[in-house]
C-alpha cells in the first residue's frame, strides 16, 4: 500500500473517531466490571479505543494526553495496514486467542477424544505475548516521545541528536516497561521480555522523529507537522482527521 493510500485510510478510520468520556458510556461500565480482577482504574486511568476513543473519567478532549492517545492508535492502525487485518488481530490476541478452540470440547458428545480440547482452556491463562508486546511497544514509543516533550517541548526534542535523547528515551522505557508491560492490568503481557520490549519502544520511537528506520512513517509527518502549531487548538480539533489531513497536505 502507498503511503498516500495509507493516510486515507487512516483520515477514514481514525479520523471519524468519537470521543466519548467513560462516565458517559454503559459500554465502558460493563466493561470495567469485567476486567475489574486485574484492573480497578479502567474509569479512571486509562484510555480505551475500541471504535471510538474513550477517555478516562476527568479528563477532557483538550488534555494534551488526547492527542497522544490518538498517535498511539495512529500507530497500532498503521501496524494493522501494513500487516492486514486478519494477521495484526491474531498477533495481538496470541496466544490467549488459541484457547477458544476448546469450545471444540463440546463435539466430544459425538466423538469422545474431541474432549481433550477442553484442556485448551488454560491458554486463556495470562501468559505473556511477544506478539503483542511487539505491537503495544510500537505504540508506547509515543507515550515516551509524549514524556520527553512534555519535559523539553516538542520543538526541542525534534532537534535533538540520536546521542543526547536515547538515555532520556530509555529512562521512560524503562518505566512504561514496568507499569504497563510487566502489569498486571495488561495481562503481563510482556514479562521476561524487557530487552526486547525496550529496544522496540526504543527504535521506534528514534524512528518515528526520523532517526533510524522507519521514516516512512505517517505520525512523524504528523509530530513534525504539529511542532509549530497551537496545541490547545488542535485538541480542540473535531475529529483527528483534521490532524491527518493537515500531515497529508504538508
Ligand atoms: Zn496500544
Same mark, same amino acid.
Given at each position: 500500500?502507498?503511503?498516500?493510500?495509507?493516510?486515507?485510510?487512516?483520515?477514514?478510520?481514525?479520523?471519524?473517531?468519537?470521543?466519548?468520556?467513560?462516565?458517559?458510556?454503559?459500554?465502558?461500565?460493563?466493561?470495567?466490571?469485567?476486567?475489574?480482577?486485574?484492573?480497578?482504574?479502567?474509569?479512571?486511568?486509562?484510555?480505551?479505543?475500541?471504535?471510538?476513543?474513550?477517555?478516562?473519567?476527568?479528563?477532557?478532549?483538550?488534555?494534551?494526553?488526547v492527542l497522544w492517545?490518538?498517535?498511539?492508535?495512529?500507530?497500532?492502525?498503521?501496524?494493522? !495496514?501494513?500487516?492486514?487485518?486478519?494477521?495484526? $488481530? /491474531?498477533?495481538?490476541?496470541?496466544?490467549? %486467542?488459541? +484457547? =477458544?478452540?476448546?469450545? *471444540?470440547?463440546?463435539?466430544?458428545?459425538?466423538?469422545?477424544?474431541?474432549?481433550?480440547?477442553?484442556?485448551?482452556?488454560?491458554?486463556?491463562?495470562?501468559?505473556?505475548?511477544?506478539?503483542?508486546?511487539? !505491537?503495544?511497544?510500537?505504540?508506547?514509543?509515543? $507515550? /515516551?516521545?509524549?514524556?520527553?516533550?512534555? %519535559?523539553? +517541548? =516538542?520543538?526541542?526534542? *525534534?532537534?535533538?541528536?540520536?546521542?543526547?535523547?536515547?538515555?532520556?528515551?530509555?529512562?521512560?522505557?524503562?518505566?512504561?516497561?514496568?507499569?504497563?508491560?510487566?502489569?498486571?492490568?495488561?495481562?503481563?503481557?510482556?514479562?521476561?521480555?524487557?530487552?526486547?520490549?525496550?529496544?522496540?519502544?526504543?527504535?521506534?520511537?528514534? +524512528?518515528?522523529?526520523?532517526i533510524g528506520p522507519?521514516?516512512?512513517?505517517?505520525?512523524?509527518?504528523?509530530?513534525?507537522?504539529?511542532?509549530?502549531?497551537?496545541?490547545?487548538?488542535?485538541?480542540?480539533?473535531?475529529?483527528?482527521?483534521?490532524?491527518?489531513?493537515?500531515?497529508?497536505?504538508?
Amino acid at each position: 500500500m502507498e503511503l498516500k493510500e495509507a493516510i486515507a485510510v487512516l483520515e477514514n478510520d481514525v479520523g471519524q473517531l468519537k470521543f466519548v468520556s467513560k462516565k458517559d458510556s454503559a459500554f465502558m461500565k460493563v466493561i470495567a466490571v469485567i476486567v475489574w480482577v486485574f484492573n480497578r482504574n479502567f474509569m479512571t486511568r486509562y484510555f480505551t479505543v475500541i471504535g471510538t476513543l474513550y477517555p478516562p473519567v476527568g479528563y477532557d478532549r483538550t488534555d494534551d494526553r488526547v492527542l497522544w492517545t490518538l498517535l498511539h492508535e495512529v500507530t497500532h492502525k498503521w501496524d494493522e !495496514i501494513k500487516m492486514g487485518k486478519l494477521k495484526y $488481530n /491474531i498477533s495481538y490476541l496470541f496466544p490467549q %486467542i488459541m +484457547g =477458544l478452540s476448546f469450545l *471444540l470440547c463440546f463435539l466430544g458428545f459425538l466423538w469422545w477424544p474431541l474432549f481433550f480440547f477442553a484442556v485448551l482452556v488454560l491458554l486463556v491463562a495470562p501468559i505473556p505475548s511477544k506478539p503483542r508486546s511487539t !505491537i503495544e511497544a510500537r505504540g508506547y514509543a509515543m $507515550n /515516551i516521545l509524549n514524556e520527553a516533550v512534555a %519535559i523539553h +517541548g =516538542l520543538d526541542t526534542v *525534534l532537534m535533538m541528536t540520536e546521542e543526547s535523547l536515547t538515555p532520556l528515551l530509555l529512562h521512560y522505557a524503562d518505566k512504561y516497561y514496568t507499569s504497563i508491560f510487566a502489569a498486571k492490568e495488561y495481562y503481563f503481557m510482556g514479562v521476561g521480555m524487557k530487552n526486547h520490549v525496550t529496544r522496540v519502544m526504543l527504535e521506534h520511537a528514534l +524512528g518515528i522523529l526520523g532517526i533510524g528506520p522507519g521514516a516512512d512513517y505517517p505520525a512523524m509527518k504528523l509530530l513534525r507537522s504539529m511542532s509549530s502549531e497551537d496545541w490547545e487548538g488542535l485538541c480542540k480539533a473535531k475529529t483527528f482527521g483534521t490532524l491527518v489531513r493537515k500531515s497529508s497536505s504538508s
